[in-house]
């Protein structure tokens, strides 16, 4: 019975360490995004992962029981890996630099969170008062 508790928990602590480097990953990409190397596309495409990631609303509502929390657990790692395979790895060697001086990860953004809050407020209102 010990045995599994070991295991469950060496489990835990390796998804606990894939959560945090997603979490860097994520502003690396944010970084690399800024980069003036950056093709367009790979900008388009790092702007939607990083907007999904921070936004508030997913395609499928967290409270929807497991598949809620799937879209998050695979539609963020799927576009992070894709997108650190694609860039460059001068872009983002540098964006892990700037990341690591300037400890983006451990700040919150609530610009950020500002903003999204603010844009989908004003779609609510724009649908509600589309509907009156």
């Known amino acids: ?3 599994g508790r070991v295991t469950m928990g060496k489990t835990m602590e390796q998804f606990k360490m894939r959560m945090k ?3 860097e990953d994520i502003f ?3 970084e690399a995004y800024k980069h003036p190397d950056t093709p367009f596309y790979m900008k388009v495409f ?3 992962v990083v ?3 921070f936004s508030p609303i997913d395609l499928i ?3 929807i029981p497991i598949l809620g929390y799937l879209d998050d657990l695979i539609l963020i790692p799927f576009g992070i890996t894709i997108l650190l395979k694609l860039l ?3 872009i983002i060697q540098e964006s892990r630099e700037k990341v690591a001086t300037t400890g983006n990860v451990k700040k919150k953004n609530w610009l950020a969170g500002v903003i999204i809050i603010l844009l989908w407020a004003t ?4 649908v509600v008062k589309q509907s009156w």
């Open 51 to 53: 907007a999904y990631a």
């Open 61 to 63: 509502p967290d409270f």
């Open 21 to 23: 480097k997603w979490k």
């Open 88 to 90: 460059p790895d001068h």
């Open 1 to 3: 019975m010990k045995e």
């Open 28 to 30: 690396v990409i944010a």
């Open 123 to 126: 779609g609510i209102y724009w």
């Open 46 to 48: 790092a702007w939607i």
